[in-house]
């Protein structure tokens, strides 16, 4: 059990974190001077124009588990499941027995996304303890440029991962704050990697409006160290070089000729690659439940987010939840993700016409799932599907088991 002491320690954490998190919500945290490249300023780049793409391990934003996806990925605040370990680690502090979480994720272009996380909660039960698994496969895909679009004959693969713990502890019946701390890594290319740690951070208060719950909850994802690449295909092989730094086409003798090029050793050196930011967010979340009754639960949520890749977006969410039994219950779920970096006109400024699907609807969601409860073990199944716009939709199944 926690000392008076440890407790007002971690409350003083969670409060600086609190006031940190408003006025980089405030500032925007995408408002940097850089375009994610630590050493190049941005040039040329549109008005709320997103800097996706140069952020490192940007699997990272991911979502797991589909319950929050189908709510539009507005879930901070609504969170109280093991799920909570990726949207907002105090969620895990209303977790009042074991949980396993698995979701397999059918994402773009063929990508495979896994999670499995775990969590208990231990002593008397304010302090919950857990960890987590992300593996992203990247199939076998051909290599492309500029001069040779269609490919250039040669493939790579890539993957990346990854791995934490997770602490929450409720303060009081009111107030409950978290923790994640991860390791991530990258590698492509046969072994050209990069390596980052970070954590995650999170606080949820929770109380009653007219009779109904309602929580305010804040986060902070992501937020860590940077990645520059390294590995052993970055290495390059450097000859001799005469004074004008042409390469020799033979070497001489130094007892005939005294200004023959010296024949020395080969040399290698690594090419050096840029250091890339990972994708931080910071999200301000409220949820309430408009109707509760002995059978049935309507709740809706909203959120605002400051990322670091791209403009202020906006969720909201709803889901209606049915108990068939005081074993069994089923739910559904509709949301909205609102980003603002995506041009919605048909062509660009020179008439060239943008190509993929309608984005009309990107960030649309809708899902639903169940639960059933068998001597007091708990199955939880959800679905969710996301409109991506131009991209490939997504699809989400989600898996836990409560023992």
């Known amino acids: 059990m926690l000392t008076k002491t440890a407790k007002r320690a971690m409350l003083i954490v969670c409060l600086l974190l609190s006031f940190v998190t408003l006025p980089l919500l405030g500032q925007g945290v995408a408002r940097q001077a850089y375009s ?6 941005t040039q040329g780049i549109p008005d709320d ?9 940007e699997f990272l934003e991911i979502p797991v588990g589909a319950r929050g996806i189908a709510m539009g990925s507005a ?21 009042e027995q074991t949980e396993v979480m698995l979701t397999v994720v059918d994402y773009t272009m063929d990508l495979t996304y896994s999670y499995v996380a775990g969590a208990t909660p231990i002593g008397d039960g304010n302090v919950v303890v857990g960890g987590f698994f992300g593996y992203l496969d990247v199939p076998e895909m051909e290599m492309t ?19 934490g713990g997770s602490f929450a502890y409720t303060f009081s019946d009111r107030f409950i704050g978290g923790l994640n701390f991860k390791y991530v890594h990258q590698d492509m290319l046969g072994n050209i990697s990069g390596d980052a740690f970070a954590f995650d951070a999170g606080a949820i208060y929770h109380s009653e409006l007219g009779g109904r719950q309602i929580k305010f909850a804040f986060a902070i994802q992501n937020l860590g160290t940077n990645i520059t690449m390294t590995g052993p295909n970055l290495l390059y092989e450097i000859g001799a070089e005469d004074m004008d730094g042409n390469i020799p086409k033979g070497y001489g003798d130094y007892s005939l000729n005294p200004n023959a090029t010296s024949r020395r050793a080969t040399r290698w050196a690594t090419r050096q690659t840029h250091t890339y930011r990972l994708p931080t967010v910071v999200k301000l979340a409220l949820a309430y439940n408009l109707i509760t009754t002995e059978k049935a639960n309507w709740l809706a949520t909203g959120e605002i987010w400051r990322t670091s ?5 906006y969720a909201s969410g709803t889901e209606l939840n049915y108990n068939f039994s005081p074993y069994m219950s ?20 020179f008439g060239y016409e943008y190509m993929g699907d309608d984005p009309t609807l990107r960030g649309f969601s809708i899902g639903g799932g169940f639960m059933r409860e068998v001597a007091g ?7 969710a599907y996301r409109n991506k716009g131009r991209l490939t939709a997504d699809n989400f199944f989600t ?3 409560g023992f």
């Open 377 to 383: 073990k708990q199955v939880s199944f959800s679905y």
């Open 49 to 57: 124009a997103s800097f996706v793409g140069v952020r490192a391990a």
């Open 145 to 163: 440029s500029i001069t040779s679009p269609m490919g250039t004959g040669r493939t790579f693969n890539a993957y990346d991962y990854q791995m």
């Open 75 to 95: 879930y901070s605040a609504v969170t109280d499941d093991i799920s909570s370990i990726w949207w907002n680690p105090a969620g895990l502090g209303f977790l």
């Open 309 to 313: 890749n791209i403009p202020l977006t």
């Open 330 to 349: 089923a739910a559904l779920r509709l949301g909205w993700l609102i980003q603002t970096d995506e041009f919605t006109k048909n062509a660009d400024d």
């Open 36 to 41: 994610g490249l630590d050493k190049y300023m």
């Open 399 to 401: 898996l836990s088991f």
